[in-house]
């Protein structure tokens, strides 16, 4: 494996090398994915241009948006005390990332332009309707996270671009979110199926004024369960609407049979956990009343 390493100093410099490089290049934020995928020989860059010494990507802004830098670490989501509350999902997702050492070093950033189908954060952050930043050399662009991955491990960023930040707009009165995750084992496992789900509930608390379900594991790119989510709007959380709506997930989904679950069992775990995640989504609301 042989590759130049590169340490820029500023985001001017770092962008500057990633356009110099272009595919040949590779950003190393955690590296927790990138050098994995480097020793395995599936990636060569010629390339590595390290974030570490670069300023000004790792801040957590809670105005009128949320904004995430791409180098904060999931260690500093689990932790971040304004996310406690209508924003659990993001601690949920973010504390269940490998373990301690990688969520130490592991960051949003890397998360969503890795692409994995599996990952654990990039759900949530879909499920809040974010959107991304990407800076090059022409300048900057964002666009809906939603539009970003379009196959495993292939997103809209150009290779020249650094991505720089998620944003999401706060969520409005009498809203929760949730993030649940079924793996082989309890912890340091990648995800069979995991489900991040976001309800904004009426003034009475009644009726579902807005949802959002996102499976992942279960096809090339987390997924929005559009059919499940439609199916709720406008209707009491009861527990029949949950079933429904864990049911009609299920049958969007695509997942795939392999060594560590069938596709059958991934269906039926959807089912079971986008019932679980609305479930906790109405209690957490109605508990913050
Ligand atoms: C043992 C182990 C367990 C894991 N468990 C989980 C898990 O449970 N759930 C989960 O979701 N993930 C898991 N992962 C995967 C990984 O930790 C996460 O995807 C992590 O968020 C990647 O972040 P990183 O900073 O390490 O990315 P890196 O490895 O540094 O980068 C990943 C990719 O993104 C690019 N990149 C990074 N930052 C930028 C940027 N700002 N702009 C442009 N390109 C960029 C890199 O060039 C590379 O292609 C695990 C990994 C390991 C090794």
Redesign the pocket.
Known sequence: MHFEYHEPTSVREAVELGARFGADG???????????QMRRGQLRPRHVVS?HRVPGLDAIDVDGAVTLG?LVT?RRLEREPSFRGALQALIEGAE???GHQ?RN???V???I??A?PA???APVLLALDAEVTCLGPGGERSLPLEAFASAPGVTA?RPDE??TRARFARLPPHSATAFLKAGRRRA???SLVCVAARVTLDASRERCLDVRIVLGAVAPTAMRARAAELGLRGQPLTAQALREAGRAAAGECRPISDVRASARYRALLVATLVERALARCGERIRQAA
């Open positions: 590779r950003f190393l934020a955690g590296g927790t994915d990138l050098l994995i974030l791409a999931h269940v990332v490998g990688i070093v592991a960051t950033g890397g998360n332009v890795n994995s990952a654990d954060v960023r650094l991505l340091m496992e990648i």
